[in-house]
């Protein structure tokens, strides 16, 4: 039981370290690394727990099983070894003859492992048992060791002229690569003196944790902030710099679901719309229509500073009063609204507005509140219009 509980510690251990890692994402270019990576860590696994059932079967000396299970554990070590060598080259980011090579090499020593495989069904080349019931290595399981230890040092060697190309952390990165790949080679050579030891296994136990701890956890990190700052640009105005529709949609789904757990009691809604927009864009041009609406924003964020805003339309915003602005909220909207009459008068940009606060009593939902707002700045709107008429008239 000795020899199974060493691939049952790494298994554990693989698992536990690489819960994220082993993760299912999505199949896109920007996931390919983290698609790679989690192969050849799932590559890993089945040799790992192939490694727990040999050491089991063969303790038991069930000839058959074990056989058997021999065959899954050479095939899913030379299919790591391929996945290892993907996973370096998607790692470098980047198309070049040296890994082509490389990966070529992996599929070589894959397409050699299955071959040797399937004639030592007939001749045995890679091992057999002996009348005694001993498991006996033969030439070819050198071999293919040999092959891959070979291979794991070009890996090295590739890694090593990355890191010296790259700077930052990314020169990091590629040394922790290379040595991990150096560990591979070391324990594949004692595997080949010492074939009833799983000496390959504490290899890749070695090799993954090292990758982990140095490497994957780095990217990772890198990725979920790339993520964040797309999804940042994603909910962002082109045009005011403020909030979309698409950001005011995902905050709507959250303020009905903090309502409805209780945690948040009391907000308010403010709506506002430009007035004379239409007239700036067809006697000024749309550049001229652009600048009015960024005044317009400007005037509402400078007011609102504590809460978010959102441009829901061309010339409509919403802001969401919670915690102090909804506290403060009269002050805000008597300021706001002195700040667009001394803007009438001096010809400025014109901002209606109107507001509702939320009602536990009467509002089933945010729609509720909303539609007052709206209609509350609607008749503001319109007494902006009457006042401008009767000052022009």
Partial sequence: MYYASI????????????????????????????????????ALIVFFLSDIMWGFFYEQRWLLVTYIDTCLFFASMA??????????VAFSGKKSKAGTILVAGGWAVF????????????????????????YVPLPARYIGL?????????????????????????????????????????????QMFFPLMPFYSIGCLFGTCLIHTFVYK?????????????KQKAYKDALTGVKNKMAYLEALAELEATIESGELKEYAVAVFDVNGLKMVNDTLG???GDEYIKSACRIICYQFDHSPVFRIGGDEFVAIMRGRDYGNRDALMESFRKTISENQENGAVIVASGIAVYDASTDES??????????????QKRLLKAAAAKVTS
């Fill in 218 to 230: 780095d990217k990772d990190v890198e990725h979920s902030m790339a993520i964040k700052l797309a």
């Fill in 286 to 288: 749309h550049e001229a």
């Fill in 79 to 88: 299919l790591s070894v391929l996945l290892w060598t993907r996973a370096v």
């Fill in 7 to 42: 691939g049952a510690i790494a298994v554990i251990v693989l698992v536990i370290i690489n819960r994220e890692a082993l993760r299912k994402v999505e199949k896109t270019s920007e996931n390919n690394l983290r698609l790679t990576y989690r192969q050849y860590l799932l």
């Fill in 366 to 379: 945010y729609n509720d509140v909303f539609k007052r707002a709206d209609e509350a700045m609607y008749e």
């Fill in 146 to 190: 040999f092959l891959q230890f070979i291979l794991f040092l070009v890996t090295s060697v590739f890694a090593l002229v990355m890191a010296v190309r790259s700077g930052g952390i990314s020169r990091s990165h590629y040394r922790t690569i290379c040595i991990s790949g150096i560990i591979m080679s070391f324990f594949i050579v004692v």
């Fill in 111 to 134: 397409d050699f492992e299955l071959v040797v495989l399937l004639v030592n069904l007939f001749v045995p080349i890679v091992f057999k048992f002996s009348e005694v019931k001993e």
